[in-house]
């Protein structure tokens, strides 16, 4: 584990995330630097605050996030991780974790397709040159342990660049989504 990762592993924590509703908010809070009211989450969200108690109360009894004291502003909520980057644990197998971790990539998988469609509607929408906004791309190909460490190297430094909240210079929120995973290989077959 990183320094500045906290690893979740119990099926519950990664349960909690299974809910595309719940992975969006724990995305938001991050990216508006790991605390914000209630109202804030809503504003970005574009829900009512109402509808978000019931998911913010699943996420902090699984000790993904925690409730603040209200300082004048309404509920305030960070992630439990306090300035680290949340991260599953992944334990393959027939495990309560992997049935867990399969759904909330589910769940990722079905916010991913639900941003391409709204984005790719929307006119004004960036879709190629070096400041597109807009791209879904499938590939598949052979790697060694070089390429693979190579390929990893950048998913992290990608995660680094999406996760330094919003500035001045950094006014485009964007959400990306990835998945890598080993295919079988099928031997050719005979003619």
């Known amino acids: 584990m990183k320094r500045n990762e906290r ?19 724990v995305d ?22 109402d509808g978000l108690y019931y998911h913010l109360r699943r996420l902090v009894r699984a000790g ?3 409730e ?12 439990a991780a306090r300035g680290r980057r949340l991260r599953l644990k ?5 495990t309560p974790n992997a049935r867990a971790v399969e759904r909330v990539a589910a769940g990722m998988l079905r916010i991913a397709r639900r941003d391409f469609a709204t984005a790719i ?11 597109r906004t807009l791209w879904a791309s499938r590939t598949k190909g052979w790697v060694g342990r070089d390429e693979l460490e190579a390929i990893n190297a950048l ?14 210079t950094r006014k485009q929120l964007l959400s990306v ?13 005979r003619g």
């Open 7 to 25: 690893i979740l592993s119990r099926p519950t924590q990664v349960g909690a995330l299974a809910s595309p509703v719940r992975q969006e908010i």
């Open 28 to 49: 938001t809070l991050e990216a508006l630097g790991g605390e914000a009211p209630v109202a804030a989450l809503a504003a970005q969200l574009g829900r009512p605050s």
């Open 64 to 66: 993904v996030l925690e």
């Open 68 to 79: 603040l004291a209200d300082n004048g502003d309404g509920r305030r909520y960070r992630t």
């Open 90 to 94: 992944y334990l393959p197998g027939a």
């Open 121 to 131: 509607r929307r006119e004004g929408t960036v879709a190629e040159g070096s400041t």
């Open 155 to 168: 998913l992290e430094r990608l995660i680094e660049l999406m996760q330094r909240g919003p500035s001045p």
């Open 177 to 189: 989504t990835w998945v890598i995973a080993p295919v079988e290989a099928r031997p050719a077959r």
